[in-house]
């Protein structure tokens, strides 16, 4: 299996349709996103980092940023067009060139969005950009295992669970969270998901 050679850390991607636009996120965005810290704390939940200030969120960023320059993760803003305003954040991450597989997440939105269809926009692009423009073989999700909301919309789009992994990870209260396990595979996505989830976008 060869490596993939397409993807390049150092470019700036975007990704558009008629109703998101995700871009590179930027330590500038921090101003844009704090809002939702502090209007909307139950966006973090189930975040396996404790962010409770500006502080913590432009950590959160930086390390975001930190990742993409050691080439291991991408994250994108996400812009509304319906809403005419930044929305959230999303990533790829643990990305495996050689084994021509990432993980998909670190997604979150305001509570606004919540049900509008703007995931399924986000989510069709994300997928149409790493199977059909970058050519990865695999597309892993993962969730905490109580997040029904967060496995609900991955279901949706055609994710297959994969199986969970118990006591997996620590969270920022001091317990630890079971991960569930969820993937998109190339030939799912050619053949079938691709289809499905563009007759999903409204």
């Excluded at 996400?78 to 060139?97: A, E, M, P, S």
């Excluded at 790493?130 to 597309?139: M, S, T």
Aim: aromatic share 12%; charged share 20%; glycine share 4%.
């Amino acid at each position: 299996m060869a490596a993939l050679q397409n993807f390049d850390f150092n470019q700036d991607y975007t990704l558009e349709n008629e109703r998101v636009l995700l871009r590179p996120l930027l330590l500038s965005d921090l101003p844009i996103l704090e809002k939702y810290v502090i209007e909307e704390p139950e966006l973090w939940q189930y975040s396996l980092v404790a962010i409770n200030n500006s502080a913590d969120l432009k950590k959160y960023i930086q390390d975001a940023i930190e990742a993409r320059n050691k080439k291991i993760a991408y994250p994108f803003i996400v812009f509304d067009k319906l809403h005419q305003q930044y929305v959230g954040c999303t990533r790829f991450y643990d990305i495996q060139l050689a084994f021509n597989s990432t993980q998909l997440g670190y997604t979150w939105y305001s509570k606004k969005v919540w049900g509008s269809g703007l995931n399924q926009h986000c989510k069709f692009l994300l997928l149409q950009f790493a199977f059909d423009q970058i050519g990865f073989e695999r597309v892993e999700f993962r969730a905490d295992n109580n997040n029904k909301r967060s496995i609900a919309a991955m279901q949706k789009i055609g994710c297959t669970i994969e199986g969970v992994l118990r006591n997996h990870l620590p969270m920022p209260n001091g317990t630890r969270r079971d991960s569930i396990v969820l993937s998109i595979l190339q030939q799912e996505w050619t053949t079938k998901l691709k289809q499905n989830l563009a007759a999903q976008l409204k």
